[in-house]
């Protein structure tokens, strides 16, 4: 059975800081690894998708890389500001079932 | 990508009673999920809803209580029948394609007194 983990569970940093969460899945049968992003009582907003085939996937101040032997990948925020300030949710599609497994999810707060 | 709506947005509902919740996608789509988020929580697949033919329920969630109808590409419903306070969650509609990336509604926030 397929788990995601995310580390850490909730992270405070001061405005401009460059940040890095970390999400780990313990079996390698994945088609891709998707990064989103939740604010408080909102549905979820993709933010990077990475292909098994994949190593990163950049998007603005967003970099995401993917090991996929070893399971982890990494969500790097560049410059960070309070309006990134929201849950980060970190899922794999799986190869069985053909679904998404999410981690728990990191809450970040960006101080002014 | 894919715009999804959801209906209602929000609701209160007494004990016992059912609520149908309704997804709505602007292109046709291959896949259609249903997700829990109870407070404080992260997500939990309820089922895949398949077009033509019953919805693929995940362990811990039976048909009775979350019955779900997916008449064509676009369109699903989710029930959530004789509700107790437990049931009170976001509940999340989300689209896809195989190999491809996801897409989530703006969920429907669930109240039961």
């Given at each position: 059975k397929?788990?995601?983990t995310q580390i850490p569970a909730?992270?405070?940093?001061?405005e401009g800081e460059n940040l890095v969460l970390n999400c780990s899945f313990t079996d390698s049968a994945i088609y891709n690894?998707?990064?989103f992003r939740q604010d408080p009582g909102k549905g979820l907003t993709s933010l990077?998708?990475?292909q098994s085939s994949q190593r990163e996937q950049t998007s603005?101040?967003?970099?995401?890389?993917?090991?996929?032997s070893s399971g982890r990948?990494?969500?790097?925020i560049a410059a960070s500001q309070p309006g990134d300030s929201a849950t980060y949710l970190c899922a794999v599609f799986v190869e069985?079932?053909?679904k998404l497994v999410f981690g728990a999810g990191t809450i970040l707060r960006v101080k002014s | 990508s894919a715009v999804i709506s959801q209906k209602?947005?929000?609701?209160i509902c007494q004990r016992g009673t059912s609520l149908t919740i309704q997804c709505q996608v602007d292109s046709q789509v291959t896949m259609m999920f249903w997700y829990r988020q109870q407070p404080g929580q992260s997500l939990t697949l309820i089922a895949t809803a398949n077009q033509g033919s019953e919805a693929t329920y995940e362990s811990g969630f039976v048909i009775d209580k979350f019955p779900i109808s997916r008449p064509n590409l676009t369109f699903s419903t989710l029930t959530v029948s004789n509700m107790s306070p437990e049931d009170s969650s976001i509940y999340l509609c989300s689209v896809g394609w195989l190999m491809g990336e996801q897409y989530f509604g703006p969920g429907t926030r669930l109240t039961v007194t």
């Open positions: 397929q788990e995601v909730a992270l405070s940093v001061p690894l998707q990064w990077l998708l990475i603005g101040r967003l970099n995401a890389s993917l090991d996929k990948s990494t969500l790097y069985y079932g053909n | 209602p947005s929000r609701d």
